[in-house]
């Protein structure tokens, strides 16, 4: 997408916060000099639409990854108990297939190479996590969370791995009101926040 509109516009572009490549949704791309506004934008909370598969981890929590473990799926009780702690602050693990840097390199291309690292933990505030449904096998979340909160690390901490992943919003910004053909000015888009 970045690529796309440097080459469509011809002006500088850069992002503010990545998607996992399996991941859908929202990305708010600046363009020429508004690239110089990223940290207002970089630090906004997320929210997402995730289907968790709670039968399998994955070895990197999404479905790219291969299956290192198959899992029993837990009943709904005791699904209301883990989605309960994952609620508020909380601190989980970042994923080994992440773009954080350990010893000077992405973690993900360690990964790729097969290195084992002893990953980081992360503080995030979960402000929302509500469970839309659950078949007995996928639980389907709807998270409003903190900005640089891993939902591959919930899912992994609920017991499976994501299935899909869908940002939503980016602070006040909705996915509903995407347009890649409409490029918003600088002010306003600094007005909506």
């Given amino acids: 997408m970045v690529r796309d509109l440097r080459t469509r516009t011809g002006a500088r572009a850069g992002h503010a916060g990545t998607l996992d490549p399996f991941a859908t949704g929202l990305l708010l791309v600046l363009l020429g000099r508004s690239t110089k506004l990223a940290g207002r934008f970089v630090g906004l909370d997320k929210r997402y639409l995730t289907g968790i598969d709670l ?24 699904l209301a108990r883990r989605l309960e702690t994952l609620r508020g602050e909380i601190e989980l693990r970042v994923p080994a297939a992440s773009a954080v840097k350990i010893g000077g390199e992405r ?4 990964h790729r190479k097969g290195v084992a690292v002893e990953m980081p933990v992360r503080r995030s505030t979960v402000r929302e996590l509500d469970l839309l449904a659950f078949d007995g096998r996928i639980a389907t979340l709807d998270l409003l969370v903190s900005s640089g909160t891993y939902v591959r690390s919930i899912a992994e901490a609920l017991g499976g791995h994501c299935a899909t992943l869908r940002r939503t919003e980016v602070g006040p910004f909705s996915v509903d009101d995407a347009d890649d053909a409409r490029i918003l000015d600088p002010e306003e888009a600094l007005a909506a926040l």
Avoid: I
């Fill in 55 to 78: 039968t399998a981890r994955t070895s990197t929590g999404d479905p790219e990854g291969e299956v290192t473990e198959r899992v029993e799926a837990p009943g709904a009780d005791e």
């Fill in 107 to 110: 973690a993900y291309k360690l």
